[in-house]
Structures are given as C-alpha cells and as structure tokens.
C-alpha cells in the first residue's frame, strides 16, 4: 500500500516493533514471567498478540490476581537485558536524522515506561531527533485509545488532524491513530500478520522504513 498524495506535517512513531527491534527482549521476558508466575512454559509465537498491548493489560489478561507482581518481575527482568538484547530496525537512524534534517517534528508514543523507553532511544543515539516522548505514565489512557496521540500533538503545539502521522507495528498503534483522527501507517517488520494490519486501513504500508521521505 502506497499512497504518494499523502503528506505528513509531523511523525509519531511507536517504539518497540517500530524504531527498535525488541521483539527478542519482550518475548524473553514475557516468557520468563509466565514461568515464575504460572509455572508455564509458552511458546513465543502464542505470545505475538500481545506486542503494542500496555504492560499491566498483559498481566492481567494473564493473572489478574497477579498483575502487580508479574509486572515487576517482567520490568527488572527486561531491564537487566535491555541493553544486550535491543538492536534498531535497518534504516531508521539515517532517516530520522534526515527528517530531522527537513525540520518535521517528530515524537515517540510508546506503551512502555518513559526511562527504559528513553534508555533504548539512547542506546542508538536517536533521543536527540524527537522533540517529544509520551510514555505509559503521561496518559490515564492508552493505545489504541486517542490520548497518547493526542497528548503528543499537544506537545509539539500541532493541532489534532493538521497532517499529522503515526507509525507502528500492531493494531493499536493503527487504532489510536485513527481514533485521534490522523494519518497510519503501518511496518512491514511486525510480528503482527500482515492481514490483520491492512484489514484495519491503514493510509500508509511501508515496506522499508526509508519510505516514510516519500510522505513529507
């Protein structure tokens, strides 16, 4: 899906799945979890359908009588592999700096929390191009509600709907896109089916991440 008449006057890009790729991480540790909460041994591919799902809505989906717990056991484990487990996606730091370049603004609008969501922009040396992050702890609401866009639009001083962009991997970053009333487009690199993604609409398919110079 191509669609060159679209411009984009800002992007907002989801991290995990989006700008970094860890996938590895977040199965490994959803894993890892699991295992010492239920005492269960999960295949990563019946796990898939959590990815771009806010943290505390996994746990208790899994255990709602654990969700506190297993939400702490998941963040320390992550943690500590965080750093040798996350790579970035190809192509995304050269065309974030050419963005940056063209003066789009730009934000990430993650699920995760704010320090390990700025640790692992650091880690490849991208927090410097966005002028905004909106984490788990800046909305009451979340993906694929609207508030986390919309809070990002408001930060940057953009009105909702003005050209706006959002990038992701999942059906909820699709979702809060569209909910907000501004463009999608969703990533070829997602663990997510592509079926699942286009029978959503998203307004843009990007095959390879470079492609988003295309849009602005």
């Not at 790729?21 to 894993?31: A, G, I, P, W, Y």
Request: negative net charge.
């Amino acid at each position: 899906m191509k669609n060159q008449k679209l411009k984009a006057a800002c992007i907002l890009f989801d991290l995990d799945g989006t700008l970094l790729n860890t996938n590895d991480l977040v199965l490994e540790s959803l894993q890892h979890t699991i295992r010492v909460h239920l005492g269960q041994k999960v295949e990563r591919s019946a796990l898939y359908r959590y990815f771009g799902v806010p943290l505390v809505k996994i746990m208790a989906d899994l255990d709602p009588g654990q969700t506190e717990a297993m939400c702490a056991t998941y963040r320390e484990y992550s943690a500590e592999r965080h750093d040798q487990m996350v790579k970035v996606f190809p192509h995304v730091p050269d065309t974030i700096k050419k963005l940056r370049q063209d003066n789009i603004p730009m934000a990430v609008v993650t699920s995760k929390l704010k320090s390990l969501a700025v640790r692992g922009l650091q880690l490849f040396r991208l927090d410097s191009f966005f002028d905004v992050v909106v984490a788990f702890e800046d909305t009451k609401k979340h993906k694929p509600e609207p508030d986390p866009a919309l809070e990002a639009l408001y930060r940057l001083g953009i009105p909702s709907g003005n050209g706006a962009l959002m990038v992701g991997d999942s059906p909820y970053d699709i979702g809060c896109a569209q909910n907000a009333g501004i463009l999608s487009a969703a990533v070829n690199w997602s663990l997510h089916k592509r079926e699942e993604l286009l029978e959503l609409g998203p307004d843009i398919w990007l095959e390879d991440f470079r492609e988003l110079l295309d849009y602005v």
